[in-house]
Each structure stands twice: as structure tokens, then as C-alpha cells.
């Protein structure tokens, strides 16, 4: 059965800071998680232009999950089961990911992203039919929460307290109970997730999964984010993007510190 379900994640940001702290903390996230023989290898990152996004960035990504696979999955998928292909067009404020697996030939991952400058109560901002509102989970997210589960152990959590911290440059936090009405500038991601697995005998419980590992990266990746925001406020999307292009020499802190910024 396809599982679809819709995470709200409030953020304490603008939408125009978010774009740049989301592109750091993907860049510093892949340095973090990438090995010899595991992580991120980036096939492809250009510009694109199509009918359906218009213009925004487009991207090819190959991860390797060895060690970050439930075991009940390793006892009979080989190794090359667990390398995930991931192409993204990102036209922000809108992005769409996909992911497929070239094992799974069947399995599909979407992650449909629509980032608006409010704090999480539009209704239905992906147009969903009826059908597809009757089956749709959704799920608020609090990036201030401290919990964790299995898959938060695998993604990596940090051992950031929001209700304690402070940003020394733009002084906002901590982050409190209802923060999420209260502050400003705020904004927020609706992020649209359907994962098919149409796999007799497992295909229910690898979507389970898949679902879960997806919402301890979407709470991870979001703390970071803001956790992150004195390292990342005051670059602009040029900076970013030279960021980018020099990260496969060096280390992106390194370079921040050397006078990017």
C-alpha cells in the first residue's frame, strides 16, 4: 500500500534565510556523513529550466547506506541494495526529490516541498485530491523536541537544547513551549512524502521504514539548520554557491573561516 504523509517543520526563520541555511546544512551534513565507502557522491548540480518548475537548480545524487540499513533488511539484500539514486529539482520555494533504488527497481520515494512564509496552518498547499486527503498522514513537527527513536540514533541527532539556546547574532531563541505562534520572522516547510514499495512480503514495512528514517532526517536536518545559524547568517546564495563548487577540496568550515564570509 503507498504511504503518504505530510510533515509541517515551523522554522524561525525567513523564507529568504532559510534557502541559504538549508544549502549549508546540506553541504555540512554530506561532509559529516561521507567516508571512503560511504555517503554522498554528487553526480550532477546544474541549473535547469522546464515547464513545470520553470528555472532552479537540478541535482544527481548516489548514497551509499551500508551500516544505516535496518538489520532485518541486510540478512537478504546484497550491498549494492542499499546504494539510493536521488535527483532533486529545487525551484525554491518549491522542490521536488525522487528516489529510486536500482535494485528495487519498483520502489519510488517522492519528497514534494512547498516553503511558505507562515507558520504551518495552510490547508492543502499540494493540491491533493480528495482520494489522496483521505489517505494522507499528517504530522507537525517541533524542531525544539528532544526525542528520539531508532532511526534518530542512525541519521545522527544534536545534542543542540533549543529551550537553552540563544543566537549570539541575531539573538533569537531559545526556543520555548508555543514558540511556533510567537515568533518572527517564521516560516515553514510542507513537505509531501509517498513511498511505494509494491514488494510482496516486505514492501509494507520497507515503506514503514523508509518513512520513519525520513522524519528523523527532516528533525535532524532542521535543527541543524537553526542550530547552525550563526555559522551560515549573513552569506547570500553567491557565496553559497562558490561555497559549493570548493567543498570537494576542503573542508566547508574551513573555507567559511578563511574569508568567504
Not at 166 to 175: I, V
Not at 200 to 208: A, D, I
Not at 216 to 240: P, Y
Amino acid at each position: 500500500m503507498v504511504q503518504m504523509k505530510e510533515f509541517r517543520i515551523v522554522m524561525p526563520l525567513s523564507l529568504q534565510e532559510y534557502q541559504v541555511a538549508q544549502m549549508y546544512m546540506v553541504m555540512k551534513m554530506q561532509q559529516q556523513n561521507t567516508t571512503g565507502t560511504e555517503g554522498v557522491d554528487v553526480l550532477e548540480n546544474r541549473p535547469f529550466e522546464d515547464d513545470e518548475f520553470g528555472k532552479g537548480q537540478y541535482t544527481m545524487k548516489l548514497y551509499r547506506l551500508q551500516s544505516k540499513a535496518p538489520t532485518w533488511l541486510t540478512r537478504f539484500a546484497p550491498k549494492d541494495a542499499l546504494v539510493m539514486q536521488e535527483e532533486a529539482w529545487n525551484a525554491y520555494p518549491r522542490c521536488k526529490t525522487v528516489i529510486k533504488c536500482p535494485y528495487f527497481t519498483r520502489f519510488i520515494l517522492t519528497i514534494e516541498t512547498i516553503h511558505k512564509d507562515d507558520n504551518g496552518q495552510s490547508e492543502n498547499v499540494h493540491g491533493l485530491t480528495k482520494e489522496q486527503l483521505a489517505i494522507r498522514q499528517l504530522e507537525m513537527m517541533n524542531i525544539a523536541s528532544d526525542t528520539s527513536d531508532y532511526w534518530s540514533y542512525v541519521v545522527g541527532s544534536s545534542s543542540i537544547d533549543f529551550s537553552q539556546f540563544q543566537s549570539s547574532r541575531t539573538g533569537r531563541g531559545p526556543l520555548l513551549d508555543g514558540w511556533q505562534e510567537q515568533c518572527d520572522p517564521v516560516m515553514t516547510a510542507y513537505k509531501l512524502v509517498t513511498i511505494d514499495a509494491p514488494y510482496w512480503g516486505f514492501g509494507s514495512r520497507l515503506e514503514l521504514a523508509l518513512l520513519a528514517g525520513e522524519r528523523a532526517l527532516f528533525l535532524e536536518s532542521h535543527r541543524n539548520c537553526f542550530g547552525w545559524i550563526d555559522e551560515w547568517f549573513g552569506l547570500t546564495m553567491d557565496m553559497m554557491r562558490e561555497l559549493e563548487k570548493q567543498t570537494s577540496s576542503s573542508s566547508l568550515v574551513d573555507k567559511k573561516i578563511a574569508g568567504v564570509v
